[in-house]
């Protein structure tokens, strides 16, 4: 499979072209376990779910927003490990 390959077939959700939670499951586990893509998603983690949400001082929306950081790096594990499954 191309670069190109991987391209198309990770787009094709944004075009109706997977029908199930289960391909695209597939999808970021195909992404993200490749060596590059654990790199991304240990850079995105110590990014985020490894940093505080908050700190004390701070307005509460703050925290709000990292969470919302956090919540799409589980997100993205949560996937690899429904495709695992």
Known sequence: MSDWDV???????????VDSQADMDKLYAHLFTSPEGQKVLADLRSRT???PS???????????AREG???IVRM???RIKRART
């Open 54 to 64: 908050w700190f004390p001082g701070e307005d509460a929306s703050h925290g709000f």
């Open 7 to 17: 391209i198309r077939d990770f787009t094709a959700p944004m075009f109706g072209l």
């Open 69 to 71: 950081q956090n919540s």
């Open 49 to 51: 779910i490894e940093q």
């Open 76 to 78: 993205i594990e949560e």
